[in-house]
C-alpha cells in the first residue's frame, strides 16, 4: 500500500494499466514462475484491487498450466515460490489453483527452495493451505519438504547446534533463527488443511493418520517440542506465543507452557549461586548476567526474512522483469 495518500490514485491507476496491459500481451505464455512471483507480488503489495488480481491470477494459472515439465523445472529464487503463493491466497481467489501448486513442486524438485529461511517456508505453506487445489497429493508434498526443512532448521538452531562452526546446517540456522511467528502460522496451516496430532483428543480418521505420516507430522511436532524445552521461543512476544499455543491446540497438539518471568528469574539465580558456591566466581557473574540479557531480550520483526537480497520498489521489480 503506498504510504504517501496524494499518490494513491496514481498508484492505483498504474496497477490497473499494468494489469490490463499484461491481460492483453501474448508474451506471458512464455513468463515462467519467477516473472509471475514478481508481478503479482508487486502488485499485491501496491494494493491492486483484488477483483483486477483475481483475472490476473486466472491467467497467471492457466499459462503456468500450459508449460511444459523442463520449463516448469527451472530453479527460482526462494522468495517467489512463497511470494506467488501468499499473493494468491491473500487476494482471495477460490478458483482451482492446482497448476501454481504443481509448477511450485516443479521448482522445488529443481531446488529452489534449498537456501530458503524459516521465513520463506512459513509463508508459502501458510498460503498453500489457503488456496483451492485438486490434486491432495501437491499439497501434502509442499507440507513433506517444508516439514523436514523446518525440522533440521529448528535442530540446528538450538545451542548444542548453533555453537557448532563445522556444521553448515547450524551456521545457517544462527544466521536466520525460526521466529516464533513461524512455528506458529505452519502449526495454523497444518490445523487448516485438515491435519490432526497423532495423539489428539477426539477421533482422528486413518486418512488423516496417513497424510500426517506421509508429510512427517510427528517428526515436525516433535521438533517443535524441542526446540521450545531449548528455549527457542524465549525471546518471543506473549502475544506470539500464545498464537502457538492456540494453533497447537487446532491442531491437537500439546506444547509445554512457556515459563513465568518469575521462575526463569529463580533459575537463573539459583544457577548462579551454584556456580558460585563451586569456588567459579567469575562464571557464575558472566552466567547471571547472561541470563538477565537473554530475560530482557525483545523479539525483532525481520519483515525480508533475513534475505540477501535487496527489495526494489514495486514498479522496478515488476518492471525488471517484465523487460529483463
Same mark, same amino acid.
Given at each position: 500500500m503506498c504510504v504517501y ?149 529448528? #535442530? $540446528? =538452531?538450538?545451542? /548444542?547446534?548453533?555453537? *557448532?562452526?563445522?556444521?553448515? @546446517? %547450524?551456521?545457517? +540456522?544462527? !544466521?536466520?533463527? &525460526? ?88 533459575? #537463573? $539465580? =539459583?544457577?548462579? /549461586?551454584?556456580?558460585? *558456591?563451586?569456588?567459579?566466581? @567469575? %562464571?557464575?557473574? +558472566?552466567? !547471571?548476567?547472561? &541470563? ?31 523487460y529483463r
Amino acid at each position: 500500500m503506498c504510504v504517501y495518500p496524494c499518490c494513491a490514485p496514481l498508484q492505483d491507476l498504474f496497477c490497473q494499466e499494468l494489469i490490463t496491459a499484461v491481460l492483453r500481451s501474448p508474451t506471458t505464455a512464455q513468463a515462467d514462475l519467477g516473472v509471475w512471483s514478481a508481478l503479482l507480488h508487486g502488485l499485491t503489495a501496491a494494493g491492486a484491487s483484488h477483483a483486477d488480481l483475481r483475472r490476473l491470477i486466472a491467467k497467471s494459472i492457466t499459462d503456468l498450466g500450459a508449460l511444459s515439465d523442463e520449463d516448469l523445472q527451472v530453479p527460482v529464487r526462494p522468495g517467489a515460490c512463497a511470494r506467488i503463493v501468499w499473493a494468491v491466497a491473500s487476494s482471495r481467489y477460490t478458483a482451482d489453483a492446482t497448476p501454481l501448486l504443481r509448477a511450485v513442486n516443479a521448482a522445488m524438485d529443481a531446488g529452489s527452495m534449498q537456501a530458503a529461511t524459516p521465513n520463506h517456508w512459513g509463508m508459502l505453506l501458510w498460503s498453500a493451505a489457503h488456496v483451492s487445489c485438486d490434486e491432495p497429493q501437491l499439497l501434502r508434498s509442499c507440507f513433506k519438504h517444508g516439514l523436514a526443512a523446518l525440522s533440521g532448521q529448528l #535442530a $540446528a =538452531a538450538q545451542p /548444542a547446534a548453533a555453537h *557448532s562452526h563445522h556444521d553448515h @546446517a %547450524a551456521r545457517r +540456522a544462527h !544466521a536466520h533463527p &525460526v521466529p516464533c511467528s513461524v512455528v506458529a502460522s505452519v502449526l495454523s496451516a497444518l490445523a487448516s488443511a485438515g491435519y490432526r496430532a497423532p495423539q489428539a483428543s477426539g477421533a482422528v480418521t486413518v486418512e488423516q493418520q496417513a497424510a500426517g505420516a506421509e508429510v512427517g507430522l510427528s517428526h515436525w511436532l516433535d521438533a517443535v517440542r524441542l526446540w521450545l524445552a531449548a528455549g527457542g521461543a524465549d525471546a518471543a512476544e506473549a502475544a506470539e506465543f500464545e498464537q502457538l499455543q492456540l494453533a497447537a491446540s487446532a491442531l491437537g497438539a500439546q506444547m509445554p507452557q512457556r515459563p513465568s518471568a518469575a521462575a526463569a528469574a529463580a533459575a #537463573a $539465580a =539459583a544457577a548462579a /549461586a551454584e556456580m558460585l *558456591s563451586a569456588g567459579t566466581a @567469575a %562464571a557464575g557473574a +558472566a552466567g !547471571a548476567a547472561g &541470563v538477565a540479557a537473554a530475560g530482557t531480550a525483545v523479539c525483532e520483526s525481520v519483515e525480508s526474512g533475513g534475505e540477501s537480497e535487496t527489495e526494489a520498489s514495486t514498479a522496478e521489480l515488476i518492471m525488471a522483469e517484465l523487460y529483463r
